[in-house]
């Protein structure tokens, strides 16, 4: 697949060389600032800015780090090199701008009700200095409002690195690692005081479809115990969140629970 992206200026190309990425070919890189890529099908890729070319240097994919400096007299980093990364089914989550995920959620007493995941857009944010993807969830259903359903809309911020994806606080000024993919057994505590574990990798089905080598993870709270606690996630990497199941002391209600959240279908803007 040939890609074009306009350059105002370029004064070299490097590929990525971390984990997942694929290889891409520069094939021409014009004056008026258009450089013409092949990467490989059914990928994702991103124009990369840094100041320096030293093996410590920081890598940006977005101008915002640039906009509404306040002050007079200072010095900032600027663009002098670019780089093409690009991922074909590498990253953790499929990061596609301008998406819905379409969820129909269960609880205990089998009411039924609608849960929608939107992407937005990348934003910046300084007290975290790094950028994020925005996503929002919506609720919806007919009726009385069912047992352990939440008003919202939420809204909230996620940072894809590979096989890592962080949910960033702002107001704390911190993130925390909520999905990963790791092998069998690997555990870790985020800040959000939970314990996550990845149980393992399997096949799921659900209204969307099967989705094969999902990971399943199960996160509790600090010091509880039992199978049957907290929340399970089952993700498709390279693409999404395809099945979660939470248990009563993660409902409100919690004789709502289990409520089982499955992915139905799934639409670009």
Excluded at 65 to 77: D, K, R
Excluded at 224 to 253: A, C, N, Q
Aim: aromatic content about 12%; charged content about 15%; some cysteine.
């Amino acid at each position: 697949m040939k890609a074009k992206a306009a350059l105002t200026a370029v004064l070299t190309i490097a590929c990525t060389t971390v984990l997942h990425a694929q290889m891409v070919y520069i094939d021409s890189l014009e004056s008026n600032g258009q450089l013409t890529a092949t990467t490989p099908s059914n990928s994702h890729y991103s124009i990369e800015w840094a100041s320096s070319l030293t093996p410590t240097a920081q890598w940006y994919r977005t101008w915002a780090e640039l906009n509404n400096i306040p002050g007079t007299n200072m010095t900032v980093e600027v663009p002098m090199f670019y780089r093409v990364s690009c991922y074909t089914n590498g990253l953790i989550i499929d990061p596609t701008l301008d998406r819905t995920y379409t969820y129909q959620v269960t609880n205990s007493y089998g009411e039924v009700w609608g849960n929608d995941i939107s992407t937005h857009g990348l934003t910046y944010l300084p007290a975290l200095t790094n950028t994020f993807l925005l996503y929002s969830t919506t609720y919806s259903w007919s009726g009385d409002m069912p047992l352990g359903a939440k008003q919202g809309p939420d809204y909230g911020f996620v940072r894809i690195t590979g096989d890592t994806m962080y949910l960033g606080d702002p107001k704390y000024t911190h993130e925390v690692i909520v999905w990963k993919r790791a092998p069998t057994g690997t555990t870790w505590t985020n800040g959000h005081n939970e314990v996550i574990t990845v149980e393992g990798y399997e096949n799921i089905t659900v209204p969307a479809g099967t989705f094969t080598d999902c990971i399943r993870l199960h996160r509790k709270d600090l010091g509880s115990t039992g199978s049957e606690t907290g929340h399970r996630e089952w993700i498709k990497p390279g693409f999404m969140l395809v099945k979660e199941v939470r248990y009563s002391d993660f409902v409100d209600p919690p004789e709502a629970a289990p409520m089982v959240l499955e992915l139905h279908s799934w639409s670009d803007d």
